[in-house]
């Protein structure tokens, strides 16, 4: 994990970048937040080679909304080396044209410090609303992975010219694709963790509950950027950092966003006591309750909506597997404790309450098995599109007040 002074420094760093971005009227339309590797001591494997070397990185995304040109951001937010990056293609899915070459200040082949972010030049590109991008990366140099997006239902694949290409899941270095969209577009940030990063909804098929929102918010030039990290929590690091420190670079400083939809807190109640954090002192009501403020207020503060959602039910997660230990009745009372206190805080723009959406009405502790994955703790295709059903779109695509 980054130290707080290294946060600091990035920090101005994006700053920057979103506010250049803001005034030309750019907008986020696909995002995947970074994350920093980790070793072989963690009780989930990374997933993707720990080194890269003269290989091409192809990812395919469903953009949310359209615009008459595009850029691609890449990061290298947790990096310890410069990040590499040789040529860099863009093109929409199924077109037999050729991909348009990408360029960073006028040329074709940058450097990324560690620690940093590089937003390419205006590609002149007209995309539509929900279009699919394919992007291929050429990576010439040596390039440990030590800043990526894990999971996120998505994949990748690595091709070096001399073997079969090579899959692996998540994403590499490629953090967001923004739009030049009209002066009045809007982003729309879901900041959350696995549940909001899709576990168990179908690969590689936009089947996430953000992705079931942009489709809702699309026809009206609201985009959707999705800053779920798998492990992600409110109050401190896990698999990435907490979402209070992650907050200002995935969220306010977004080019073009208005809103904010918050689902976090399962993996701080269920994290402690469990293989993914044994040793940990279980979190407190007031502890997740000072977060959330603290999350409210610095949305406010910059003129962004806060949304917050009701924790999902979770009896039996992860039980059978080498994970289970996230649930047990003492978890339980202070998930309802906390989605109690999110439906009265009054501190928020809207409240959409997941809980009901989702839980069994014969054991409501327990999710309805239509909607369940199977894991007891991520919904499937369907329970995430009913989640997106139940978001009231109307305060979304109202004016942000000044």
Excluded: C
Excluded at 184 to 209: E, K, Y
């Amino acid at each position: 994990m980054t130290t707080l002074r290294t946060s600091i420094a990035l920090l101005g760093l994006t700053l920057a970048l979103g506010n250049n971005a803001s005034a030309e009227t750019w907008a986020t339309s696909w995002y995947a937040a970074p994350q920093p590797g980790w070793d072989q001591h963690f009780v989930l494997p990374m997933n993707v080679p720990a080194l890269l070397e003269k290989q091409t990185v192809q990812e395919s995304l469903r953009l949310s909304t359209g615009g008459k040109r595009v850029r691609l951001v890449f990061s290298n937010r947790y990096g310890r080396d410069a990040l590499a990056l040789g040529e860099v293609r863009v093109g929409l899915a199924g077109q037999t044209a050729q991909p348009h070459v990408v360029r960073f200040s006028g040329k074709t082949a940058a450097t990324i410090a560690p620690g940093g972010s590089l937003v390419s030049d205006p590609v002149l590109l007209s995309v539509p609303a929900l279009a699919r991008l394919d992007v291929s990366t050429w990576l010439p140099a040596r390039t440990p992975v030590t800043s990526f997006h894990w999971g996120g239902q998505q994949t990748f694949r690595l091709i070096d010219g001399k073997n079969a290409p090579q899959r692996g899941e998540g994403r590499l270095f490629l953090s967001a694709v923004q739009v030049d969209a009209a002066p009045d577009a809007r982003t729309v940030v879901a900041l959350g963790d696995s549940i909001t990063d899709g576990n168990g909804s179908t690969p590689d098929a936009d089947r996430r509950w953000p992705d079931f929102l942009a489709k809702r918010l699309a026809p009206h030039g609201v985009a959707v950027a999705n800053a779920g990290i798998s492990g992600g929590r409110l109050l401190k690091d896990g698999m990435g950092e907490s979402a209070l420190a992650r907050f200002e670079q995935d969220v306010l400083s977004q080019p073009g966003v208005s809103d904010v939809i918050v689902l976090l807190g399962i993996n701080d109640i269920g994290w402690p006591g469990s293989p993914f954090a044994p040793g940990e002192q279980a979190v407190t009501l007031d502890e997740l309750r000072a977060g959330y403020q603290r999350l409210a207020k610095a949305a406010h503060a910059r003129g962004l909506r806060i949304t917050v959602g009701t924790l999902p039910p979770f009896e039996g997660a992860l039980e059978g597997t080498p994970f289970a230990g996230h649930y047990s009745p003492a978890k339980e009372r202070l998930r309802l404790q906390l989605n109690d206190w999110l439906r009265s805080a009054g501190l928020f723009d809207a409240v959409v309450d997941f809980d009901a959406v989702l839980r069994d009405p014969a054991r409501p502790q327990r999710m309805r098995t239509e909607f369940d994955s199977g894991d007891h703790l991520h919904p499937g295709d369907a329970g995430y599109r009913a989640m997106a059903e139940a978001i009231d779109i109307a305060p979304l695509l109202a004016k942000v007040r000044p």
